[in-house]
């Protein structure tokens, strides 16, 4: 009989090693490889003796089953998210830092199907039943029936579900990181426990039509502990996001066999739990000054919704032979970019300059067409004149200084004309699109750039009319 053996994981990124080591070559992660037990498996080549099932082929044009219905919570910021509702025999993940709303968000949705009929478990590791009860007083949810579970073992959830006539609609598992598998002789929490766990739940899962959740964990870096691979075995990966120093959190779609990818869905934090922010545009902007050198509005695109946010910019003169380079919301590699751009195409120069970007409101934004707006707000800061309070941009900034154009603009000025802003300053369509460009234009100005030495020019002529007119 085979001896179980030992191998060392990496709790950050799930590299496997013959030995111990401090630092994880793959991931670079110092103090994450942990000792592991390795179960006995079966001999290489099943051989003779047994032979494997043959597979029952279908046509790919045979007859589908019939399609139940998603399972729709009611909040509409979690529905858009996840494609519409909950699809039957789907297994989600939510992460997401500690303290963000994770929990509250799920006993929220729970709550909400469980009202309108829907069969809901909440089984929950790291807290007892009294104290998630007391959580549904806070939110006032104390009278749906949810039907709640304090347990870590796997084996046990599987018995208490694994019925045809009276598995649940929804199961939640709170967190994946608690669970365990008692055949596993790793801890829970390790690489082994987390995969062995989630594997066995969703194949119940899947076998008898249960909408399962789990919570996970994130690390240091903001990934889902376990690690990455729990991503590869669910539908669909959503990440809670927000900053502790603002009311805002942002649910967004990673992954989503069952609907669209990169979506968001917008919640303010507020004393009976997490209430929806149907038009968050107005959300980040309620706080905007105008009037001030550095800052731009950018017309961005969250998955299918138009989402208008604030770019802050501040350059100043630094005393440091390495000027800083401080950036909130975007990426550092995206700004040092755009700044390479405009001091060797347009003759900035910002190479002795400390430069501080933020993306106010604690959003995080990841689409190329931010890059016209930070560099309006970069050249705004270092002139010291301010933009108009009435302009958005986007558009892509390319190695040349060339504005390249972005996916739908005709939503993002729509949704910018909304808000009462007048003029769009836009990259220049592509020939063939300019005439349809014409017809769908909103009742906005659009004012449209080739290259960023046009933006210069345009700003600096605003500026000139407005001394003018004062």
């Avoid at 801890?187 to 008898?208: D, N, Y």
């Avoid at 689409?367 to 108009?388: C, H, M, R």
């Amino acid at each position: 009989m085979a001896k179980s053996s030992k191998q060392y994981a990496c709790q950050s990124c799930g590299a496997v090693t013959s030995k111990w080591s401090g630092k994880c070559e793959s991931c670079n992660e110092w103090n994450t490889i942990t000792e592991e037990v390795v179960e006995a498996s079966a001999p290489k080549g099943l051989g003779n003796k047994r032979k494997g099932n043959s597979l029952n082929f279908v046509p790919l044009q045979g007859k589908m089953e019939e399609r139940k219905p998603r399972h729709v919570t009611g909040l509409k910021e979690f529905d858009r998210v996840t494609g519409g509702g909950l699809v039957n025999g789907s297994a989600i993940l939510i992460g997401g830092d500690p303290g963000i709303g994770k929990s509250t968000l799920l006993l929220q949705a729970v709550c909400k199907l469980a009202l309108s009929g829907k069969k809901c478990v909440y089984v929950s590791g790291e807290e007892a039943v009294d104290q998630v009860r007391l959580r549904a007083q806070r939110l006032g949810l104390d009278a749906a029936p949810v039907e709640l579970a304090s347990a870590t073992s796997v084996r046990d959830i599987i018995a208490s579900v694994d019925d045809a006539q009276n598995a649940p609609d929804i199961l939640v598992i709170d967190s994946i990181q608690t669970m365990y598998v008692d055949t596993v002789e790793s801890a829970p929490g390790t690489v082994t426990q987390v995969r062995t766990s989630a594997q066995e739940l969703i194949r119940v899962a899947k076998r008898r039509g249960i909408c399962i959740l789990f919570v996970g964990h994130v690390t240091k870096d903001g990934q889902i502990a376990g690690p990455r691979v729990l991503e590869h075995l669910v539908d669909a990966v959503l990440y809670f996001e927000g900053d502790r120093g603002h009311q805002f959190r942002i649910l967004r779609t990673v992954k989503n066999r069952f609907g669209p990818t990169d979506e968001i869905g917008v919640f303010e934090m507020a004393q009976e739990g997490l209430v929806e922010v149907p038009n968050p545009s107005e959300l980040f902007l309620a706080q905007r000054q105008e009037h001030v050198a550095g800052s731009a509005v950018l017309a961005g695109l969250e998955g299918t919704r138009p989402v208008l946010v604030e770019v802050q910019a501040l350059v100043a003169p630094s005393a440091l032979g390495n000027p800083r380079r401080a950036v909130i919301g975007w990426d550092t590699n995206r700004l040092a970019m755009v700044l390479a751009v405009l001091e060797a195409r347009c003759g900035f120069t910002l190479s002795d300059c400390d430069i501080f970007l933020n993306i106010a409101g604690g959003i995080r934004i990841s689409e190329p067409a931010a890059d016209l707006a930070v560099a309006a707000a970069l050249i705004s800061s270092q002139s010291g004149q301010a933009i108009q309070g009435n302009t958005v941009f986007f558009g892509e900034v390319g190695l040349s200084g060339e504005i390249r154009t972005v996916s739908q603009p005709d939503l993002r000025t729509k949704e910018a004309a909304k808000l009462g802003f007048g003029r769009a300053m836009i990259p220049a369509p592509p020939k063939r699109k300019k005439d349809q460009m014409k017809k769908n234009e909103p009742n906005i100005k659009v004012e449209q750039i080739d290259h960023l030495d046009d933006l210069i020019g345009l700003l600096s002529q605003n500026q000139n009319q407005k001394s003018q007119a004062a």
